[in-house]
């Protein structure tokens, strides 16, 4: 099944690396014209250079910039076809040792973030008549684990942002759904509350250890079900979230 976007817009938020960026390549690779929308400026122009996309830097939490970046879509492409909040931190700190700064910080990219893109979309997709939305949720919005409480809660509201959204446009043309990725061979994952990121062999130690597949995924794996979401032929999709997780959810 080959999934085609050509003369179709499409913003991703977080694509200047990780699980963003592999979507942003994929969408291009079917024809898309891609946005990418990322606070790291410098990242975001060399990947959109890369992959020979547009970047706009700036900060999912302020909810101008959201505005704003779909209006910049809209007015330079005419439409915006499909949106994917890829945009996420993680902070690795139970519960008791979650400082009121990084519970704030969590919320405002993860939560807020995901929330003022949505509405900045669908007020333009609504008036369209169509669009299609990807949320990332996780599996630690159902699931949850210990160690870091506040991604987890931040992915569950994104969860139920995704099925609100949805329900209230079912009848606009919108679709609004959401992927949760289990174990993910990313930056974040390697970096993210370590003082010294994983080497491949523990990234391969820990895929063996904790993945019912006995690997991590690697990102354009994720991107696929994306593109599965945002196409024709998940036309009668929407409030659904979608685990991509080799299994983990299942046990």
């Known amino acids: 099944m080959e999934l085609r976007f050509n003369s179709k817009s499409v913003l991703i938020t977080g694509g200047a690396s990780g699980m963003g960026a592999a979507t942003a390549q994929l969408f291009v690779e079917s024809g898309a014209r891609v946005f990418i929308a990322d606070r790291n400026a410098e990242l975001a122009r060399a990947t ?27 007015d330079t492409h005419g439409s915006l076809d499909c949106l994917v909040n890829a945009a996420g931190i993680i902070i690795r700190a139970t519960g008791l040792d979650t400082t009121d700064e990084d519970w ?12 003022y893109m949505c509405r900045a979309a669908i007020r333009h997709m609504k008036h369209q008549g169509a669009g299609a ?35 209230e446009h079912a009848r606009d043309g919108v679709r609004v759904n959401g992927v949760c990725p289990g174990e993910v061979d990313t930056p974040m994952l390697r970096s993210a509350g370590r003082s010294v990121p994983l080497t491949d062999e523990q990234a391969a130690e ?13 990102p354009h794996e994720i991107g696929r079900m ?17 685990y991509v997780d080799a299994g983990y959810s299942a046990q």
């Open 48 to 74: 959109a250079s890369r992959l020979g996309a547009t970047a706009i830097a700036g900060d999912v939490g302020d909810s101008a910039f959201c505005n704003s970046v779909v209006a910049h879509v809209v």
């Open 104 to 115: 704030m910080r969590t919320l405002n990219v993860n939560v807020s973030g995901v929330f």
């Open 133 to 167: 939305i990807v949320n990332f949720g996780s599996i630690w919005g159902e699931l949850s684990g210990k160690g870091a409480l506040a991604y987890a809660a931040s992915k569950g509201a994104v969860h139920q942002i995704t099925r609100t959204f949805a329900i």
């Open 206 to 218: 820990m895929g063996a250890r904790v993945v019912p597949m006995g690997r991590l995924a690697q």
């Open 226 to 242: 994306v593109l599965f979401l945002c196409s024709d032929h998940a036309s009668y999709i929407t409030g659904a979230m979608h």
